[in-house]
């Protein structure tokens, strides 16, 4: 067993690393993960400002609903958003409790998975990824609908705004969780304190009497209701709008681990901070659209006509500074509070493809540390919703926080179970479990009458489609997670065993005499001797001659055999391999001489007889593909049609665990009879080859392994170090690449793994004297 450290020169870049570089951030180690963690002040900003940027529409949403059902009860603003405000003090002291309980991962589906079921955990999960999509969606159409009241010449061009902003801030949270709280950090103080001082200022000027909203400056107000008292009905559809409030207080909590140490302690610390300041500016906000008059309008935001009474500007309708610093706080935490999701969502996928449940490609670290994949996919669902909804925030508050809810019912009650288990357990965990049960308690019944309120009253006007997806989710879940669960059964079933000497039929594929024939030739001969055969499939492009030439090309004494290619040359060639008689334990090595005239993988793929034979013979029983390519962008030299026979052969088995496959792969290397045969692992993290190593000792693997880290969390650099270790400034050394392939039974189950063995191929494809060998591992 071996470490190897990794280069620290780094390739040459492509045009495309270079962009990614400019765009996203140099990268960074694995190792620097602990440098990421964040200090409250900046974790505040990038996990609360959901929460915090509601205030500029959950009082507008409640008004709302209030005034187009009547145009007299305006004061119920006030009470409809204390409820709004008690709700949020009971959800935030109950997630302290939370967090206290779960230090380093706090969130629904945790809660609920480990204290419920695990279908409940599910549910949780299902509704806060629909929550969070729905929360970028809004926050930034929210946003740019503020910029349009100050700019409604820009209204047109409202989805291009909000698209733009999507696509701003996928681009800022892909270089980092630390470097998005230090640019978000700004902004939301600046909202922060420049609410503070809208309320303040009202507040006092209301004492001597409120500046009221001029009706007849509003471009395109809402028809008000008729002049009536209102039904407990619409109360309570106020209510539940207001209730949009409450989105994105779970973020922290889903966060924890993102927090500097003591982690629970400090997320603890912010979601006080959180409670105090969105709870303040509720009230503060609903205060003043009661006093003020303000009047719901498609065009124009509450916030922004309660910012222009009282914060005037010299000209009559017209805002002076403050009323354009609240704007644009305002647009600015709007679209900012997105980044709440930006950081929830892949987070939460992450924990999901941890357990099986979703791909395992959203696990993957990105070049800064945080979960790319995830980022990415959020940003594209955002997207097209803002297009189908054509971003009007009245709407897609519609669908919005029947998940959030759900999500905050349940882990709420779950925690009840935590607590009473903890009782029954004793010791530290057990510590004031009486009123801790009694917070989460009141938190559970809490937060379900809310969402019973919200299902109820916004069903009809768009809710449904939420409630539709989450079971929708939750089959998908089970579907991914049975694939996953069938897999590793497959993968250590124990049947592949080593042999002692496996035996290896030997074909060679001869579609033209070229370069890359002789050097197949020659690789066959280093290990097979003369103990192969070839053949060639009449109607390519070697013609005829191919059978005439072939004597006195190879110089042996092969007879190359003649296959009528007919209509499809291809399943010409792959009968003529299923005809060899083999045993179940045999190998047949396809060797496939391929000729490029330049880098080019669109090159390679289309129209090319070889390629079609390669991805067909995948399917084969017991049939190991060799690709042998070889790159001559000039015309072949005759010194280049000699098959040169390799004074040195080193096999290297890429392996990413010890299973089946791998043993498989192991047994085929071992029959080429190479000068040298060793395993390679590259480890992304210090402590990921424990596991690998320990196992590949006691099952006394014949083979030695290499650890190799990559502490960038990409296989390029340290694959290719790996083969040109054999092939630098070596002539006569080819590198063989044995490579274990998990080939599933239908196409879109590849969707759910990494597709390593693709990556593999195509980093070779071009590289000089380096034979890739894809040992086949099909899965029922």
Same mark, same amino acid.
């Not at 047949?588 to 289309?606: D, G, N, T």
């Not at 593909?625 to 072949?636: G, K, N, S």
């Given at each position: 067993m071996?470490?190897?450290e990794?280069k620290?020169?780094?390739s ?11 765009l ?7 190792e620097r993960?602990?440098h990421?963690?964040?200090?409250k ?8 400002s959901?929460?915090?940027?509601s205030?500029a ?9 209030l005034?187009?059902s009547?145009?007299?009860v305006r004061?119920?603003i006030?009470p409809?958003?204390?409820?709004v405000a008690a709700?949020?003090?009971i ?8 967090v ?10 945790v ?15 299902a509704?806060?990824?629909a ?11 929210a946003?740019v609908?503020?910029v349009?009241s100050?700019?409604?010449?820009l ?5 291009p ?11 800022i ?6 470097e ?5 950090a ?15 200022v ?14 007849s ?15 407990v ?5 106020s209510?539940?709008s ?5 989105t994105?207080?779970e973020?922290?909590s ?12 400090n ?5 006080t ?22 009047l719901p309008d ?6 922004s ?6 914060f005037?500007?010299?000209?009559p309708g ?9 704007q ?9 509070a997105?980044?709440t999701?930006?950081q929830?969502?892949?987070r ?17 670290l990105?070049?800064r540390l945080v979960?790319s ?8 669902l ?16 519609q669908l ?9 019912t ?13 009782a029954?357990e004793?010791?530290d965990?057990?510590?004031g ?8 308690a009141v938190g ?14 916004k069903f009809?006007d ?10 929708i ?9 049975r ?7 497959q ?5 592949v065993?080593l ?8 074909l ?35 013609g005829?001659?191919v059978a ?9 004494e092969v007879?190359?055999e ?6 499809d040359r291809?399943e ?9 008689p083999?045993e179940?334990v045999?190998?047949?090595? =396809?060797?496939? $001489?391929? @000729?490029?005239s330049?880098r080019?993988? !669109?090159?390679a793929? &289309?129209?090319? *007889?070889?390629?079609n034979l390669?991805?067909?013979l995948?399917a ?8 042998v390519?070889v ?12 098959p040169?026979?390799?004074q040195r052969?080193e096999?290297l088995?890429?392996v990413?665990?010890?299973n089946?496959p ?7 290397a ?5 000068t040298?045969a ?5 480890a992304?993290e210090?402590d ?17 392994l290499?650890? =190799?880290?990559? $502490?960038? @969390?990409?296989?390029?650099?340290p694959? !290719?170090?790996?083969? &040109?270790?054999? *092939? ?9 690449v044995?490579l274990?392939?998990t080939r599933?039974r239908k196409?879109?189950q ?8 693709l990556?593999?191929k ?5 590289e ?5 060998s ?7």
């Amino acid at each position: 067993m071996a470490l190897i450290e990794p280069k620290t020169r780094p390739s040459a870049p492509l045009a495309r690393d270079i962009v990614k570089r400019i765009l996203v951030g140099r990268r960074m180690t694995t190792e620097r993960m602990e440098h990421t963690l964040l200090p409250k002040v900046l974790a505040l900003p990038i996990f609360a400002s959901d929460a915090l940027s509601s205030v500029a529409y959950c009082v507008e949403a409640s008004l709302l609903i209030l005034l187009t059902s009547s145009a007299n009860v305006r004061s119920l603003i006030i009470p409809v958003n204390l409820a709004v405000a008690a709700v949020m003090a009971i959800v935030i002291t109950s997630y302290k409790q939370v967090v206290r309980a779960y230090p380093t991962s706090a969130g629904s589906y945790v809660v609920s998975k480990e204290n419920l079921a695990p279908i409940f955990g599910l549910i949780a999960a299902a509704a806060l990824l629909a929550d969070y999509v729905l929360t970028v969606a809004v926050s930034v159409s929210a946003g740019v609908v503020a910029v349009i009241s100050a700019v409604p010449s820009l209204h047109s061009a409202l989805v291009p705004l909000s698209l733009g902003c999507v696509a701003l801030l996928t681009i800022i949270n892909l270089r980092g969780v630390r470097e998005s709280g230090v640019m978000f950090a700004i902004p939301t103080y600046g909202f922060i304190v420049s609410m503070f001082a809208l309320i303040i200022v009202g507040f006092v000027k209301c004492l001597g009497g409120c500046p009221q909203v001029q009706l007849s400056s509003l471009p395109d107000p809402y028809k008000v209701g008729a002049v009536a008292s209102v039904g407990v009905f619409v109360i309570l559809h106020s209510f539940a709008s207001g209730s949009s409030a409450l989105t994105g207080t779970e973020a922290i909590s889903n966060g924890v681990s993102a927090f500097r140490r003591p982690q629970g302690r400090n997320a603890s610390k912010t979601l006080t901070l959180l409670g105090v300041i969105a709870v303040t500016m509720i009230m503060g906000t609903a205060y003043l659209a009661y006093k003020t008059n303000p009047l719901p309008d498609h065009k124009v935001s509450v916030v922004s006509e309660i910012a222009k009474v009282v914060f005037p500007g010299s000209r009559p309708g017209s805002g002076g500074p403050m009323f354009y610093a609240v704007q644009f706080f305002t647009l600015l935490i709007l679209i900012l509070a997105a980044n709440t999701s930006f950081q929830g969502f892949p987070r939460l996928s992450a924990l999901l493809a941890r357990d099986r449940y979703i791909p395992r490609q959203f696990e993957n670290l990105g070049d800064r540390l945080v979960y790319s994949n995830g980022m990415i996919v959020l940003a594209v669902l955002a997207a097209l919703l803002i297009v189908k909804y054509d971003a009007n925030v009245d709407k897609l508050l519609q669908l919005y926080v029947v998940g959030v809810f759900t999500a905050f019912t349940l882990s709420q009650t779950g925690m009840v179970r935590y607590w009473r288990r903890a009782a029954k357990e004793g010791g530290d965990k057990a510590e004031g479990w009486h009123w801790r049960l009694v917070v989460n308690a009141v938190g559970a019944v809490a937060t379900a009458l809310v969402l019973v309120i919200v299902v109820i009253t916004k069903f009809r006007d768009g809710a449904y489609v939420v409630i539709a997806a989450i079971p929708i989710l939750i089959v998908g879940f089970y579907a991914v997670h049975r694939h996953y669960a069938a897999v590793s059964e497959q993968l250590r079933t124990g049947a592949v065993t080593l042999a002692e000497s496996p035996r290896n039929f030997v074909l060679l594929y001869v579609e033209s005499l070229d370069a890359a024939t002789a050097e197949a030739v020659g690789f066959v001969r280093s290990f097979a001797g003369h103990e192969f055969r070839a053949f060639h499939v009449t109607g390519g492009p070697g013609g005829n001659d191919v059978a005439e030439r072939w004597k006195t090309f190879c110089r042996t004494e092969v007879e190359l055999e003649i296959v009528p290619g007919g209509k499809d040359r291809v399943e010409a060639a792959i009968a003529f391999i299923r005809g060899i008689p083999r045993e179940e334990v045999d190998f047949i090595s =396809v060797v496939i $001489p391929e @000729r490029f005239s330049k880098r080019s993988l !669109l090159a390679a793929i &289309r129209g090319r *007889t070889t390629f079609n034979l390669k991805r067909k013979l995948l399917a084969e029983p017991q049939v190991v593909i060799t690709d042998v390519p070889v790159l001559a962008e000039r015309e072949d030299r005759p010194e280049d049609l000699r098959p040169w026979i390799p004074q040195r052969v080193e096999v290297l088995v890429f392996v990413s665990a010890l299973n089946d496959p791998t043993i498989r792969a192991i047994n085929y290397a071992r029959s080429l009879k190479a000068t040298e045969a060793r395993a390679v692992f590259f480890a992304f993290e210090p402590d990921e080859a424990e596991g690998i190593l320990a196992e590949w000792q006691d099952r006394h693997i014949p083979l030695g392994l290499d650890i =190799v880290e990559a $502490p960038f @969390r990409e296989l390029d650099a340290p694959m !290719l170090d790996e083969v &040109r270790k054999v *092939t630098r400034g070596r002539s006569d050394s080819i590198a063989v690449v044995v490579l274990p392939e998990t080939r599933v039974r239908k196409w879109i189950q590849e969707l759910l793994h990494n597709q390593r063995a693709l990556f593999v191929k195509r980093l070779m494809l071009f590289e000089e004297r380096v034979i890739l060998s894809s040992v086949p591992f099909r899965l029922d």
